[in-house]
């Protein structure tokens, strides 16, 4: 499915990407410990199974924010190299 939206709009979603994505990446818990003795994780103190979950969870969200990311710049650039702009040089593209 084809979105669109101006290049400002793409402009401002990506960067609101990149914060977005290093945001969930300094939330994200992906390693923890656990006892042979116990059943839940020793920081955050939950089930292992329900670690699991929530790490899976987070690593699930971050791909999907970077690939969003991915397809909003590859269309920032297509636009840009589409984009024809005459000077008094020539013509020439905006990428």
């Given at each position: 499915?084809?979105?669109?939206?101006?290049?400002?709009q793409?402009l401002?979603?990506?960067?609101l990407l990149?914060?977005?994505?290093?945001?969930?990446?300094?939330?994200?818990?992906?390693?923890?410990?656990?006892?042979?003795?116990?059943?839940?994780?020793?920081?955050?103190?939950?089930?292992?199974?329900?670690?699991?979950?929530?790490?899976?969870?987070?690593y699930?969200?971050?791909?999907?924010?970077?690939?969003?990311?991915?397809?909003?710049?590859?269309?920032?650039?297509?636009?840009?190299?589409?984009?024809?702009?005459?000077?008094s040089?020539?013509?020439?593209?905006?990428?």
């Amino acid at each position: 499915m084809s979105e669109k939206m101006l290049v400002t709009q793409a402009l401002d979603e990506r960067d609101l990407l990149v914060k977005k994505i290093n945001d969930k990446i300094e939330k994200a818990s992906f390693i923890d410990t656990i006892k042979p003795n116990e059943d839940k994780v020793f920081e955050k103190r939950v089930k292992k199974e329900d670690y699991v979950k929530e790490a899976t969870a987070a690593y699930q969200q971050i791909t999907d924010l970077i690939e969003r990311f991915q397809t909003i710049d590859a269309a920032i650039v297509d636009s840009n190299a589409k984009t024809e702009i005459s000077t008094s040089y020539g013509k020439f593209t905006v990428a």
